[in-house]
């Protein structure tokens, strides 16, 4: 119930298009619902975040999408530029109950084609 | 304001020997998170403390592994007898609070290798 699956597992886009990642969670608990992005040799850096009170949250390029009902939420990355090429995670928490302890989706590894 | 450091960056122990691994949180930063990365897999939760407290130690191995916050200096992972299986990143971050929306900054990793 602890878990969160996340889809692909790796993804190729030419420059320009869009990038979609998926992640599906079981604990209703859960209040928050982060992406990070990591770069090979780095540590993972919060991207974008989303409460489960709004459906959907936009920051420049990036989107979350978040289906309450399904258990579902999603990252859109549009107008992919290769310096998105990196590793990402979703993840999850309880926040009242546990603090910021975070449960990570296996990640997808984007590669963006010029 | 630097972020947060962990130290060091590589570490190479011999199987049996002991492995300590150190993170300084960011400043004001009182809350403190270790998760482990295995190759071609995602972050898993250790150990959550606060100064001089371990909250939630779910994800800590139930040997060898022990983590401490002292009131002053940085967090400590220390791993005893070391094995091969424990050949991972080790990741740590800190956030300000734990309330709504806390926001969790992370080290850059140990990457640690036994051999």
């Known amino acids: 119930q602890q878990q969160v699956k996340q889809s692909p597992q790796s993804l190729i886009v030419q420059k320009g298009g869009i990038s979609i990642i998926n992640c599906a969670y079981e604990n209703t608990a859960f209040d928050y619902f982060p992406w990070y992005q990591q770069f090979p040799g780095k540590g993972p850096a919060l991207l974008i975040a989303i409460r489960p009170d709004v459906s959907e949250k936009k920051e420049g390029r990036f989107t979350i999408s978040f289906n309450k009902s399904a258990k579902q939420f999603s990252l859109h990355i549009m107008d992919s530029q290769p310096g998105d090429s990196a590793t990402y995670f979703c993840?999850?928490?309880?926040?009242?109950?546990?603090?910021?302890?975070?449960?990570f989706g296996q990640g997808t590894e984007l590669s963006v084609k010029p | 304001n630097a972020g947060v450091m962990q130290n060091p960056r590589h570490l190479v122990r011999r199987r049996g020997q002991e492995a300590r691994l150190r993170c300084s949180p960011m400043?004001?930063?009182?809350?403190v998170y270790w998760y482990r990365q295995l190759p071609e897999e995602g972050l898993k939760f250790m150990v959550y403390?606060?100064?001089?407290?371990?909250?939630?130690e779910s994800g800590m191995p139930k040997e060898r592994f022990s983590a401490e916050f002292p009131k002053e200096g940085p967090s400590i992972l220390r791993i005893q007898q070391v094995v091969r299986g424990d050949s991972a990143a080790y990741f740590c971050?800190?956030?300000?609070?734990?309330?709504?929306?806390?926001?969790?900054?992370f080290g850059q990793g140990t990457r640690l290798t036994v051999v």
């Open positions: 993840a999850a928490s309880n926040v009242g109950n546990q603090g910021g302890k975070l449960i």
């Open positions: 403390l606060q100064k001089e407290n371990i909250i939630d």
């Open positions: 400043k004001g930063h009182s809350h």
């Open positions: 971050a800190s956030s300000r609070y734990s309330g709504a929306g806390t926001e969790a900054f």
